[in-house]
């Protein structure tokens, strides 16, 4: 099975940068759609964005676009999510998954359920 690992949050200020970083072991990050996923308090686990395992297809909610970027590192089997531009709203605990895309439909990229495989999370806190 896969396991994977998130690391880089902290504490920024508004308009500050973070990059996180997912690394996988059990599996190669190039053979899943990995997705990052953040979770406020008290809130529901809500879709960020996406890498397919095609290295060609990325995705991101609006909120996020242009601020923040995905990119694999296949040498090191990590996938990376660097924000910018950090808003007090980016407060939460993110999360790193992994969707085998033998099932997985891009079109629904944002469905937790199509990912197996889940990180321990981060924290990301952003002070105003």
């Known amino acids: 099975q896969v396991q994977l690992v998130e690391s880089g949050g902290g504490l920024v200020r508004a308009g500050g940068s973070l990059t996180l970083s997912c690394a996988a072991s059990?599996?190669?990050?190039?053979?899943?759609?990995v997705g990052w996923f953040r979770q406020a308090p008290g809130k529901e686990r809500d879709f960020v964005g996406a890498i397919m395992w095609s290295d060609d297809n990325i995705h991101y909610i609006d909120s996020v676009k242009g601020r923040f970027t995905i990119a694999r590192d296949n040498a090191k089997n990590t996938v990376y999510l660097q924000m910018n531009s950090l808003k007090p709203e980016d407060t939460a605990v993110y999360y790193c998954a992994a969707g085998a895309p033998d099932s997985f439909y891009y079109d629904s990229s944002d469905y937790p359920g199509q990912y197996e495989y889940w990180g321990q999370g981060t924290q990301v806190s952003v002070s105003s």
């Open positions: 059990g599996g190669t990050v190039s053979s899943y759609a």
